[in-house]
Nanobody, 118 residues
Framework: QVQLVESGGGLVHPGGSLRLSCETS????????MYWARQAPGKELEWVSR????????GYTNSVKGRFTISRNNANGTLYLQMDNLKSEDTAIYYC???????????RGQGTQVTVSS
């Protein structure tokens, strides 16, 4: 049974930082591209970042480049997203996804809420 459990969200002031984690089980984590996606209030789910199986390739949507860093630990099946210099527009529910089809709820966790507000 595939499981993905996000954690680390919360309320933070603009300019602050958070580190999201996604603990996984039930599939061969080290063989999958992993994604972070987010859904802001009233908006569609969008991809934020992705990482190749052995971390050689990483990608970021333009709005988070230079502020967010994706990483993974294949030994324990965990995905991370370090988020620095957070902005109000980063407020969203953040999901980790097994593969690129993050619109399929079966491929992602329940999400963790990130709220950036003064």
């Amino acid at each position: 049974q595939v499981q993905l459990v996000e954690s680390g969200g919360g309320l933070v002031h603009p300019g602050g930082s958070l580190r999201l984690s996604c603990e996984t089980s039930g599939f061969a984590f080290s063989t999958w591209w992993m994604y972070w996606a987010r859904q802001a209030p009233g908006k569609e789910l969008e991809w934020v970042s992705r990482i190749s199986p052995y971390s050689r390739q990483k990608g970021y949507t333009n709005s988070v480049k230079g502020r967010f860093t994706i990483s993974r630990n294949n030994a324990n099946g965990t995905l991370y997203l370090q988020m620095d210099n957070l902005k109000s527009e980063d407020t969203a529910i953040y999901y980790c996804s097994k593969g690129a089809d993050f619109n399929d709820p079966l491929n992602r966790g329940q999400g963790t809420q990130v709220t950036v507000s003064s």
